[in-house]
């Protein structure tokens, strides 16, 4: 696959961006060569491979342990109108 | 005394200045006389901050006599210009942030800062670390101290000419590609791209953030080691960071090489990326010098640096291109032409590629991880040969040529470079070195160990 200079303008056009009329031939240089980055890649099947989410092994940090102004549910709930256990309880809206 | 007898590394100058032999006011002050004679033709600054400089010298030259210590207690460095520093521009070489002034310190420049390092002033690089020297934009490009026709690699390019013409001692650069390494090999100092997470990015513009990494360049490994000890460590405020164990780099350095299992990417640089003569003899000798050093050296085999390319380019180029889309869309022209012909065609990769390619990294690792079963180090040479003339360096091809370096950074292994040799013409010649994940201390040592037996490190580039 390769993109002439008519190509990339209509390109450039699709995607809004404005590319001077000189710069076309380069530009379409440079698309080629990522076009054969992107051929490159789909010679490989990686259809059981899972995409990469993380490249190094992440282990979430654990905050640390130390006491909070947190786990108040009973000076939250004590203004409640009503509640069910250790939650605000409200009136049915979808029957 | 505004005049050094010999640059000291900042192993040395550490050691002048705790037996008082040397002030950091006075090695402040000579090196930026230094930056006064030699930058006008070196281009390595895009600011110098002298008299904040000057003020934190002093302020270290009296936490010492207070009886603070440190290995970087009063080292001058200096920042590749994507790095935020509270209330100094940081422009990342581009007009689009010419009048950029953060409010507050990436937090590895906080890290130095608070170590009592000493900031001369903010460094060249290609705009937004990519696309290439470039003559249309506010500031030139930086040149190579070896010869200032010829390009320093990039992006991190006032870092590698700042360290290599001594204006400082070490210098932040940033990895996506081989940004750091690049640099490193073409002006013959050492360069660490850690593994992801080791070392924070908060506060350092984006580049292609599932690749970039920042790290420490400076005139020898162990000056990376001692960078590393400060860099390195888990930051709350960075998703991306490991809470990962940290030995002592530098503490490290000294223990011995002896049985370390050295792989040999032949096929990388004599079939993927042929390369020069003079490359081929240095990287013959550095096999020499490891295989005196007690290592086991055997040829290593790994998917071809192409293969790990196309996954790298892809993601660059997409990643970066979402980055800047929307001042792309408003403001295209006010960015240089190199930076314009290799970020656009990121607006026409499509989802589908772009998870093809971060499908196929997860391959790619998988397979880097196999080979290091069996071996401690795997070595190459960084580029294919030495530094190309400035003019040479053309970006309209730029994007088909694969880079050795850009191995490291898809596979996420730490890759150490360090001078290997020099050419007939007196360029130098980069030895890549990569590791395990978050071993970066083996290279490290291995790299300091090579240096040592190599013994390369007292050239220094001509008229410095």
Known sequence: MSLDAATVRRIASLARIAVAEEELPRLAGELNSILGWIEQLNEVNVDAVAPMTGAVALALPMREDRVTDGAQAEAILANAPDRAGEYFAVPKVVE | ?464
């Open chain 2, 1 to 464: 005394m505004n005049t050094l007898a010999a640059i000291p590394t900042i192993a040395e100058a550490a050691r002048l200045l705790a037996a008082r032999k040397l002030s950091s006011l006075e090695l402040t002050r000579a090196l930026l006389a230094r930056i006064e004679a030699l930058d006008p033709v070196l281009n390595a600054f895009l600011l110098v901050t002298e008299k904040p400089a000057l003020a934190a010298a002093r302020a270290a030259d009296r936490a010492r006599a207070a009886g603070q210590k440190g290995a970087l207690l009063g080292i001058p460095l200096a920042y590749k210009d994507i790095y935020e520093t509270a209330g100094v521009r940081t422009t990342a070489h581009s007009r689009l942030l010419a009048q950029n002034v953060p409010t507050q310190d990436a937090e590895t420049v906080r890290r130095l800062s608070a170590a009592g390092a000493v900031m001369l002033g903010k460094l060249a690089t290609h705009e937004f670390a990519i696309g290439g020297p470039a003559f249309d934009l506010p500031w030139p490009p930086a040149r190579n101290p070896w010869d200032p026709h010829r390009f320093t690699g990039g992006s991190s390019s006032g870092s590698g000419a700042a360290v290599a013409a001594g204006l400082a001692l070490g210098a932040l650069g940033s990895d996506t590609g081989g940004s750091i390494r690049l640099p490193a090999a073409y002006c013959g100092i050492a360069g660490l791209k850690p593994t992801p997470g080791l070392v924070s990015r908060r506060g350092v513009i984006p580049l292609a953030p599932s690749l970039d990494t920042a790290g420490p360049m400076a005139w020898t490994a162990e000056d990376c080691a001692i960078l590393l000890d400060v860099l390195a460590g888990h930051d709350p405020a960075d998703p991306a960071s490991v809470a990962a164990p940290r030995p002592g780099y530098a503490a490290g350095l000294a223990a011995p090489v002896r049985g370390l299992r050295v792989g040999l990417l032949r096929r990388f640089y004599e079939h993927d990326v042929p390369a020069t003569p003079e490359t081929r003899q240095m990287m013959q000798q550095a096999v020499a010098v490891l295989r005196d050093l007690g290592c086991t050296v055997e040829d290593a085999s790994l998917p071809a640096v192409q293969e790990f390319n196309a996954v790298g380019r892809v993601i660059i180029c997409a990643e970066a291109y979402a980055q800047h889309e929307a001042t792309i869309r408003t403001r295209l022209s006010e960015y240089s032409r190199a930076f314009r012909m290799r970020v656009l065609p990121g607006a026409l990769i499509r989802a589908a590629e772009y998870l093809a390619a971060q499908r196929r990294r997860t391959d790619l690792i998988a397979a880097m991880r196999a080979t290091m079963t069996r071996f401690d180090v795997l070595l190459a040479p960084a580029t294919a040969g030495p530094a190309p003339l400035l003019a040479e360096q053309r970006t309209d091809e730029g994007f088909a040529v694969p880079f050795l370096t850009t191995v490291a950074n898809v596979a996420a292994v730490p890759s150490l470079v360090v001078c290997g040799g020099f050419t007939a013409q007196g360029l130098p010649l980069g030895l890549e070195m990569m590791g395990r994940p978050f071993e970066e201390a083996t290279i490290l040592r291995l790299g300091h160990h090579f240096e040592q037996v190599r013994g390369l490190r007292s050239r220094r580039p001509p008229g410095s």
